[in-house]
């Protein structure tokens, strides 16, 4: 499975109200915001002031945004299961367990493949939790996730998988010549991106306190937000198939990047309060 995050100095260009919200509340970790950091927040984006408060009340409608007040936003009820799969990045250790060498399965040849937008959502779920796909509707990763098999369905149901789907653990599978389950992940590349994303990451955190206020804001979310999905991204594949020691460092950095972060919108919205 290859995964794709660039870390080329993100302009944020194709930042918008919705995603920046969104990014805010998911990411960085802001636990509420008000109207006014709203704004100020996307100012730093050149988003303009009703594109955010559209976003806003969209976001409601949704339930991923909920009204705390007059002017005051927190997190929505429907909210919870991609707020907390955003910031699981920092349990990643704690997410897994020793490998016996079986396989879990999800066959998708009777979810159908007509919906596009459900296709996307369950391709999504999956691979936020280190599916790849064999084959044509053949779902697997290694049976390594410290989650019961119950659990986990319910968990990728409520970020996308179809309610229909099952969810098999395989002690061993046989297959044609050539076909091998651990060869799914392209593991080199997933090692390159974590090296890089290292670099960038240690790269702004030394530069961080000579830029302006909003100029540190956005780069500390755009470069936070791109290694948070890297991480999250990550298959969780055993020692046997993978060295977890690069992620295990990109965590660590990112959790002293992300308390910078966090300081530094602080900071920014007192500067235009």
């Known amino acids: 499975m290859s995964i794709s995050v660039s870390f080329d100095r993100p302009d944020g260009?194709?930042?918008?109200?919705?995603?920046?919200?969104?990014?805010?509340?998911?990411?960085?970790?802001?636990?509420?915001m008000t109207a006014a950091q709203l704004i100020a927040a996307g100012s730093i984006f050149d988003i303009e002031d009703s594109a955010m408060r559209m976003a806003a009340t969209r976001l409601i409608k949704e339930g991923l945004l909920e009204s705390a007040?007059?002017?005051?936003?927190?997190?929505?009820?429907?909210?919870?299961?991609?707020?907390d799969q955003v910031r699981g990045w920092r349990n990643v250790r704690e997410r897994t367990r020793d490998w016996a060498g079986g396989w879990l399965a999800v066959p998708a040849g009777n979810l159908g493949r007509t919906d596009r937008k459900q296709l996307a959502a369950r391709s999504q779920a999956l691979k936020l939790n280190g599916f790849a796909e064999a084959e044509p509707d053949l779902w697997v990763r290694p049976a390594n996730l410290a989650i019961e098999i119950d659990a986990l369905r319910g968990e990728l149901i409520g970020i996308g998988l179809d309610e229909g789907a099952m969810l098999f653990a395989l002690a061993d599978y046989a297959a044609p010549d050539g076909v091998d389950f651990a060869t799914?992940?392209?593991?080199?590349?997933?090692?390159?991106?974590?090296?890089?994303?290292?670099?960038?990451?240690?790269?702004?955190?030394a530069r961080l306190g000579d830029l302006p206020l909003g100029?540190?804001?956005?780069?500390?979310l755009l470069l936070g937000q791109a290694a948070?999905?890297?991480?999250?991204?990550?298959?969780?594949?055993?020692?046997?198939m993978v060295d977890?020691?690069?992620?295990?460092?990109?965590?660590?950095?990112?959790k002293r990047y992300n308390a910078r972060g966090q300081a530094i919108w602080r900071d920014y919205y007192r500067s235009v309060a």
């Open 228 to 240: 948070i999905r890297l991480i999250n991204l990550d298959p969780l594949l055993p020692g046997a």
């Open 69 to 83: 007040g007059r002017g005051l936003y927190v997190s929505g009820p429907e909210s919870r299961p991609l707020r």
């Open 184 to 205: 799914l992940w392209d593991i080199e590349g997933l090692q390159a991106r974590y090296a890089e994303a290292l670099a960038v990451i240690e790269t702004s955190a």
């Open 215 to 220: 100029a540190a804001a956005r780069e500390s």
């Open 13 to 32: 260009a194709d930042m918008t109200g919705r995603s920046l919200i969104l990014s805010l509340m998911n990411a960085v970790g802001t636990r509420q």
């Open 244 to 254: 977890n020691g690069p992620r295990d460092r990109l965590v660590d950095a990112m």
